[in-house]
């Protein structure tokens, strides 16, 4: 009960302060506004160069991945070659 008649006080006094003080408020405001679209564009920019570099470490991130398969077909053809060595040198041996 304290927090609303509080707040009614708080919401009445407000009221009259900006019919009282209009003109500053406008000025005020006017100052306000072009701060708030300053660090609010300066954060999107922010924003949106970091979703930028995530991107950029995706494509990295698949970039390398595709030569990881490729270097692991060329292990396992070697591995190959070297269990046919290996069986060669068996047979000539026996």
Avoid: C, R
Avoid at 26 to 48: C, E, H, K, S
């Amino acid at each position: 009960m304290k927090t609303l008649i509080g707040g009614a006080v708080a919401a009445v006094l407000g009221l009259i302060g900006l019919s009282v003080w209009f003109g500053e408020f406008l000025q005020l405001l006017a100052g306000a506004i072009p701060i708030m679209l300053l660090l609010g564009g300066g954060l999107a920019l922010y924003l949106g160069f970091d979703e930028l570099k995530d991107t950029w470490k995706k494509d990295d991130t698949a970039a390398s991945a595709s030569d990881d398969t490729d270097d692991a077909e060329k292990y396992k053809q070697e591995i190959e070659e070297l269990k046919k060595e290996i069986e060669n040198l068996k047979s000539e041996k026996s």
